[in-house]
């Protein structure tokens, strides 16, 4: 079993930053990649960003190219996501997702799901 707790959620000005941390225990040697995923109230959960955990490989979803960055931390066994210049849109419960294979790491099909946090972004 792999266990996963998010942090650094908050309530932040469109235009600001803020860093989402994702604490992994357990099982962590079992982890090929780790993902994050948004809801918003009233849609569906979407995919946000991945990293593959040995390559540093990574992928976004088209609108936070360029905006948000998502890394890991061996020494803490923690990936945490850097949000710049965040917008309206972004406001959502941000999930941190961790699979134990490399394959579609955009979709959710990920096996170990954090319990969430907010990120709300006033206009």
């Known amino acids: 079993q792999v266990h996963l707790v998010e942090s650094g959620g908050g309530l932040v000005q469109a235009g600001g930053s803020l860093t989402l941390s994702c604490q992994a225990s357990?099982?962590?040697?079992?982890?090929?990649?780790m993902g994050w995923f948004r809801q918003a109230p009233g849609k569906e959960r979407e995919f946000v960003a991945a990293?593959?955990?040995?390559?540093?490989?990574?992928a976004y979803t088209d609108s936070v190219t360029g905006r948000f960055t998502i890394s890991i931390d061996d020494a803490d066994s923690a990936v945490h996501l850097q949000m710049n210049d965040l917008k309206p849109e972004d406001t959502a419960i941000y999930y941190c997702?961790?699979?134990?294979?490399?394959?579609?790491?955009?979709?959710?099909?990920?096996?170990?799901w954090g319990r969430g946090t907010q990120v709300t972004v006033s206009s």
């Open positions: 990293i593959a955990w040995n390559s540093r490989g990574s």
């Open positions: 997702a961790a699979r134990n294979d490399l394959a579609f790491l955009n979709s959710p099909d990920y096996g170990f």
């Open positions: 357990g099982r962590i040697a079992s982890i090929l990649a």
